[in-house]
DNA sequence: CTGAAAGCGCTAACAA
DNA sequence: TTGTTAGCGCTTTCAG
């Protein structure tokens, strides 16, 4: 408690911690920016430094960000109309990323309009944001907002044919082709894939991957069901009963999202079906509090949302000096839960 | 395209739009301000109008903010290790409200801890943050940092008891009561509940409108089944079981929330049990691409997070001016959908 | 009706 | 080793 004290109310300000240390107010500049090119004496930086914390001056960073043209703060656009797991999980891990850079998130979110997108970017630019993290919900193509193109930009789960903004994007054809390789290893040879909205970029990357893993373990995919579903959980219920109305089911059920494999299940116990002991079941996504906590267990693949967030804000940063400039293809591992088991009837289907 | 464009890179300043339209750099001020006391022909405000579309001119707002002293910006805190839907939506509101008052969002999540959240508020305050929102997950008490008592503060989703902080709670044990109505209003005389996590506020509270509800009924709440859980879909799964395990079940089932509701489906399907037709499920939370999109779609409860960050925005930009300074309940009106039904069991139980 | 000028709190080049 | 000074881009009081 000292007598120099600021009330609550008014911030130190850096010409107080100057007269109280006894120096002028470049000194203090000086001691707390670790100028390069100044040398200070010891006993002066003990002085400033006394003074710094019996005031509890901290520099105001909107006349720092004014004087050095720069803000310590990142953009996050969210350019959807959802606004759920995808964005809450990703903007954990970019706002981690930050915290440790010094850099504070602004966020805003564009209801997947072009045109708000435009405006809300101009809104952060005119806050000097330094960098922008431009992310989509669905992994997609999008057009990148001109007012974008005014400060180092990457793209989370979306991509910009044609500019050369570097982009972070799940590797979903591999995710598909992994996860169902994970099947195939247990012995499944009868596979079904319900799949999330056909016309979306990751259903059809996760499709490749289904085919290619069938065809790498020497089955011809046209023999395998795939029912085309949109990731609402009431289509995986649907399809469950579409299978179960068209004969035998196969051994192995892959689903378009958690989503959809929970109401596959729902759909399959309703049937009187155990999974896994009759089918196995395997998700996507690996969805928070929703995967694991499920009974069984949900198998899935997991879509690292959060580790994707932080890469955007470690690549925006400079924080990986080596990194592509162009599209860093994100793994998504398979977890292999309760919901699969060995396939009950034996190899050669 | 006119000769006075600036380069992409460089942003026009106010100096130069005052060049172009000829008037003083005050000038350009009031006509954008309009700044009252001053009064500016109509012929000066068109010109400063056109050099303004023509440059494309935007104030700098941390030069702004710098003289003024605000920052057009709201604190967004996140109290709590989880980061998922419940921050997802209250964040959707509270931006949206703060957009149309031309306001950002700066967004940041102290992991739960008091330390960080300090922390964290002081980062925020030192980009001159006008306001702040802090918000916990689980409805809960929490202790307001001293850091946020520099700036109008309000609470989402939590109080605290000490200070005399505005706060937006939901009313669970209204929506509690009010579900519980609906159960008995179809008929159901004998309904069990399993509740989340016994200690948390929300939890208390809505077991509270629970018993009420039944009270008002004519029935004891002694004579109904009440098992802990813990707000995960697994322990919704397990109580069921043990539901079953003890013999005859209930003709409802209260759940502590949608994903304990989930878990419960997934129980009772698996033993053979019909819902609604045996049984009526009833969830809490109206989760978003869940509640509704499960087989049966979820009855439940709507806590309305969205609604709620907006009521915080507004009321701290004094949007509400004749608002409580106190504690706002938000009333949380259940939704029935299909898993529920009317009683299979006569009154009278 | 319009302009000049004094800062907001800070950084950094230059002087001492 | 430290202090002086000129702004960063804007608002706003006060003169004209």
Redesign the interface.
């Known amino acids: 408690m000292s007598d120099h004290e600021q009330s609550?109310?008014s911030r130190a300000r850096r010409v107080d911690v100057a007269r109280l240390a006894g120096v002028s107010p470049a000194t203090v500049s000086f001691v707390l920016n670790r100028t390069s090119g100044q040398t200070i004496s010891d006993e002066t930086r003990q002085r400033v430094l006394g003074a710094v914390a019996e005031l509890g001056y901290?520099?105001?960073?909107?006349?720092q960000?004014?004087r050095q043209g720069r803000?310590?703060?990142i953009g996050?656009v969210s350019h959807d109309v959802d606004?759920?797991?995808f964005?809450?999980?990703a903007?954990?891990g970019a706002?981690?990323a930050c915290?440790s850079q010094g850099n504070?998130?602004?966020?805003?979110?564009t209801g997947g309009s072009n045109r708000q997108a435009e405006h809300?970017i101009?809104?952060?630019?005119?806050?000097?944001a330094d960098a922008l993290i431009f992310a989509a919900v669905g992994t997609r193509s999008v057009l990148l907002p001109d007012a974008a193109?005014?400060v180092p930009t990457i793209l989370l789960n979306c991509f910009a044919p044609h500019d050369p903004v570097p982009a972070i994007v799940p590797d979903e054809e591999r995710g598909g082709r992994e996860g169902t390789q994970a099947l195939l290893d247990l012995g499944h040879r009868d596979i079904a894939y319900l799949t999330g909205k056909p016309a979306q970029w990751a259903t059809k990357a996760r499709l490749r991957g289904f085919r290619a893993a069938l065809r790498g373990a020497g089955l011809n995919p046209r023999e395998h069901t795939v029912l085309p579903g949109n990731y609402?959980?009431?289509s995986g219920?649907d399809l469950v009963r579409t299978l179960l109305r068209r004969g035998p089911l196969p051994t192995a059920i892959m689903c378009g999202n958690d989503?959809m494999a929970?109401?596959a299940?729902?759909?399959l116990?309703?049937a009187?079906i155990?999974v896994p002991e009759d089918v196995s079941v395997m998700g996507y996504d690996d969805q928070?509090?929703?995967a694991a906590?499920?009974?069984p267990?949900l198998s899935t693949v997991r879509l690292p949302y959060e580790l994707m967030g932080r890469l955007a804000a470690e690549q925006l940063a400079g924080g990986r000096p080596g990194a592509p400039a162009g599209r860093t293809l994100v793994h998504c591992p398979p977890v292999m839960r309760g919901s699969t088991a060995a396939a009950r009837r034996s190899r050669g289907a």
Do not use: C, W
């Open positions: 609550p109310e901290r520099p105001n960073r909107a006349a960000g004014l803000s310590a703060t996050f606004f759920g797991e964005s809450a999980a903007i954990k706002h981690e915290i504070l998130l602004l966020l805003v979110n809300l101009t809104d952060l630019l005119d806050r000097q193109r005014r609402h959980a009431d219920y989503r929970v109401g299940l729902l759909g116990m309703e009187g155990r928070f509090q929703l906590e499920v009974r267990a």
